[in-house]
C-alpha cells in the first residue's frame, strides 16, 4: 500500500500560481503511475495530470494543458502539481492518487479514478476573481 499527504492548498485570485505537493510512502510498485484529481462537492472527481514513473512520461486534461505542470522528484518521494494562470473554475478539493497501473501509451484512462485505489485526503484549492 501507499500512504499519500497532499499539501499547498491555498486561496488565491485569477491568474495567480500555486503549487501542491503529494507526500508518497510505501511500496513503489503501488506508484508505477501517479496522479491528480480534483472535485467540488456534489460532483464527480475528475483527473487533471498523471505521471507514469517509468520515462515520467505525463497526461493532461484539456482542462490544465498549458497551465500545469505535473512533475515527481524520486529522491523526495514526493510529486508536485505547478498550478499556474488559474482561473475560478479550477477551485476545488485536490487528491493526489497512486496506482500499480502503468500505461503504455498513457491514455484517458490514467486519469480514471477506477483506476487508483490509494488516495491522499486532500488540499483546498480557492480561485477568486
Known amino acids: 500500500q501507499v500512504q499519500l499527504l497532499e499539501s499547498g492548498g491555498d486561496s488565491v485570485q485569477a491568474g495567480g500560481a500555486l503549487r501542491l505537493s503529494c507526500s508518497a510512502s510505501g511500496s513503489e510498485y503501488f506508484r508505477n503511475t501517479m496522479a491528480w484529481f480534483r472535485q467540488v462537492p456534489g460532483k464527480e472527481r475528475k483527473g487533471v495530470a498523471s505521471?507514469?514513473?517509468?520515462?515520467?512520461?505525463?497526461y493532461y486534461a484539456d482542462s490544465v494543458k498549458g497551465r500545469f505542470t505535473i512533475s515527481q522528484d524520486n529522491t523526495k518521494n514526493t510529486l508536485y502539481l505547478q498550478m499556474t494562470r488559474l482561473k475560478p473554475e479550477d477551485t476545488a478539493m485536490y487528491y493526489c492518487a497512486a496506482t500499480s497501473s502503468a500505461w503504455d501509451p498513457v491514455t484517458e484512462d490514467s486519469l480514471s479514478v477506477r483506476s487508483y485505489h490509494n488516495w491522499g485526503q486532500g488540499t483546498q484549492v480557492t480561485v477568486s476573481s
Open positions: 505521471i507514469r514513473a517509468f520515462g515520467g512520461v505525463t
